[in-house]
């Protein structure tokens, strides 16, 4: 069965470092979702992408993120410059057609810890 | 604003016994409602999800989900409980629109004594 894959699995960065997170969405999906989930708190929506550009995107998600399709397969998520509360598992979701009626699919999510 | 509430952040339940997982959901129309499992070193895994018609789904793994509109509730429920059910639950509501995003609860753990 087709899955999202995501890496690395876990990033440690120092503060003020850029990091990119790496999503290998299902490969007849057109919609893409970077969530977060902070260590004891709800997942939280950061944003979606469809058509290499952003569709929605939360208060989260401010200039220090940014999301990119670089080529067919990959879908990435790249914080600027971390600071201590991006500390969180970031997980990578592609749907394919946008609407409540189409399932999310998840991948693993990448556990990042700056230090 | 959609959210939701998953009032147990624990539940500890015997091998075999039933399972209830509860869900409160506020949403201005009627929502798309997701149950989601994650288990150690995994994603989010669909178990299922509820549109419209039938108020009780059947997902995998031998769950199923209860939408009830008086009470802006989606409860989880399954009948006998295996070891490797233990794992975490997340409830999710989606809206209707175009770019639709998942506003999940804050999930409950479930552990599975023998």
């Known amino acids: 069965e087709p899955e999202v894959t995501q890496t690395p699995s876990h990033q440690v960065t120092q503060m003020g470092q850029e990091v990119i997170l790496r999503c290998v969405p299902i490969?007849?999906?057109?919609?893409f979702y970077w969530y977060r989930q902070i260590l004891g708190q709800k997942v939280e929506f950061l944003v979606s992408?469809?058509?290499?550009?952003?569709?929605?995107k939360s208060e989260i998600f401010d200039d220090q993120f940014s999301v990119e399709r670089p080529d067919g397969s990959n879908f990435t998520l790249k914080i600027r410059s971390t600071k201590l509360e991006d500390s969180a598992m970031y997980f990578c979701a592609s749907s394919v057609d946008s609407g409540g009626a189409y399932t999310q699919y998840f991948g693993p999510g990448t556990r990042l810890t700056v230090l | 604003a959609q959210s939701v509430t998953q009032p147990d952040i624990h539940i500890t339940v015997s091998e075999g016994a039933s399972l209830e997982l509860r869900c409160n959901y506020s949403y201005g129309a009627t929502p798309y409602l997701f149950w989601y499992v994650q288990s150690p070193g995994q994603g989010l895994q669909l178990l299922l999800k509820?549109?419209?018609?039938?108020?009780l789904v059947q997902g995998i793994k031998g769950f199923e989900a209860e939408f009830k509109r008086s009470q802006s509730s989606f409860n989880l429920r399954k009948p006998s409980v295996h070891w490797s059910d233990a794992a975490e639950y997340f409830c999710a509501v989606g809206a209707r629109a175009a770019g639709n995003k998942l506003t999940f609860g804050g999930g409950t753990r479930v552990l599975v004594k023998p």
């Open positions: 490969s007849n999906h057109l919609y």
């Open positions: 509820y549109f419209s018609g039938d108020t």
């Open positions: 992408f469809y058509n290499n550009e952003i569709s929605e």
